[in-house]
């Protein structure tokens, strides 16, 4: 019997800090050239097993209430799933015509869902895991910068559906890390105290002490405090 643990090497994940795979596909919205068309954007690239899932579905409809909060921060969403467009559209129509979750109904979904039977965009993106299913994508949501480089992923079971408050705080966690340099602690939410980088030198360590109370507050040297500017 074939280990499918120990083949796993086929199924390549991009790696954080490298440049997202570039393509081109038919969604729901038409056809999009990533990442041509999302220059100077932050992208949320994520894949769902199969449509008129019940997963699936609370999913999609977060997504789309939310939208409007990802594209204030400058990011746009993109789904995928291995079916056709055909499929997609009537599952689309389903969720606005039919579906209530919680306190959502007659939500409709206006970012781009791939159409990818081929698989061609979910092999580039390792969404397809053989431990999972060989013919299904997980649910993986990938993280692009305004520069298309792969920033984050995050890996779900085809059985758990996604935390979209942490796909958004992870979101406004990086960009006030690239506009502050600074780094977030655990559970870091806008407003809290972010992490001053840890000095690189003694005396950096002994200046970084010394201003303690002025704009930081250290635990020791290597581990500061400070808060941002109002409304980050």
């Known amino acids: ?5 120990a083949e796993q090497s086929v199924t390549q994940i991009p ?13 729901t919205q038409g056809i ?10 932050w992208v949320i690239l994520f894949s769902h097993p199969a449509d008129f899932t019940p997963v699936c579905t609370t999913e999609f409809m977060t997504f789309a209430k939310m939208a409007p ?10 789904g995928l799933s291995i079916d056709s467009t055909f499929s997609h559209i009537a599952w689309l129509r389903t969720i606005k015509e039919k579906i209530k979750f919680r306190d959502m109904e007659n939500i409709e979904i206006n970012f781009p869902l791939i159409a990818d039977l ?6 580039k993106y390792g969404m397809i895991q053989p431990t999972a299913s060989d013919t299904k994508a997980v649910r993986a949501v990938f993280f692009i910068d305004p520069d298309s480089r792969i920033r984050a992923l995050i890996y779900y079971p085809l059985s758990n559906g996604r935390n979209f408050d942490e796909i958004k705080r992870l979101l406004m966690a990086m960009q006030a890390s690239d506009a502050h340099g600074i780094a977030t602690p655990a ?16 005396s950096d360590a002994n200046e970084r002490v ?4 002025d704009g930081y507050r250290c635990e020791d040297w290597f581990m500061c405090f400070k808060k941002l500017p109002s409304g980050v």
């Open 118 to 123: 081929k698989m061609e965009v979910a092999k």
């Open 69 to 78: 909060e990802f594209k204030d921060l400058n990011c746009e969403l993109i």
């Open 187 to 202: 559970d870091w939410k806008p407003g809290e105290e972010v992490i001053v980088p840890p000095p690189a030198s003694m």
């Open 210 to 213: 010394e201003k303690d109370g």
């Open 32 to 41: 999009i050239n990533f990442p041509d068309d999302y220059k100077g954007k």
């Open 1 to 5: 019997m074939v280990d499918i643990c």
């Open 15 to 27: 790696v954080i800090g490298c440049e997202a795979p570039s393509f081109t596909a038919e969604t």
